[in-house]
Nanobody, 118 residues
Framework: VQLQASGGGLVQAGGSLRLSCAASESIFSTGAMGWYRQAPGKQRELVAT???????NYADSVKGRFTISRDNAKNTVYLQMNSLKPDDTAVYYC?????????????WGQGTQVTVSS
């Protein structure tokens, strides 16, 4: 398994969850990592990314509430989610896009369900 996500669950609005994604070293060490999410009936959307140098980027909908981080010693990327809203309910996927020559390849974790009740 290249990417293994965990940490989802059921939480009330206003609560917090932390997602983790453990990656193989060959993938983790070679570039940026990201989190995406997909709600029922919607397209998968970018939540946050972090480069190997630690630069981060967030979707406007989660700015100020979510924090992405990485532990290079553990080959793990995290998504700390605070002040959760029902609209955050989705399956969350970790992602690593790598270039092989000129072709991109996306590695995906298996997804972890986050459900926020109102």
């Amino acid at each position: 398994v290249q990417l293994q996500a965990s940490g989802g669950g059921l939480v009330q609005a206003g609560g917090s969850l932390r997602l983790s994604c453990a990656a193989s070293e060959s993938i983790f060490s070679t570039g940026a990592m990201g989190w995406y999410r997909q709600a029922p009936g919607k397209q998968r959307e970018l939540v946050a990314t972090i480069t190997s140098g630690g630069s981060t980027n967030y979707a406007d909908s989660v700015k100020g509430r979510f924090t992405i981080s990485r532990d290079n010693a553990k080959n793990t990327v995290y998504l700390q989610m605070n002040s959760l809203k029902p609209d955050d309910t989705a399956v969350y996927y970790c992602n690593a896009r790598r270039m092989y020559g000129v072709r991109p390849y996306d590695y995906w974790g298996q997804g972890t369900q986050v459900t926020v009740s109102s």
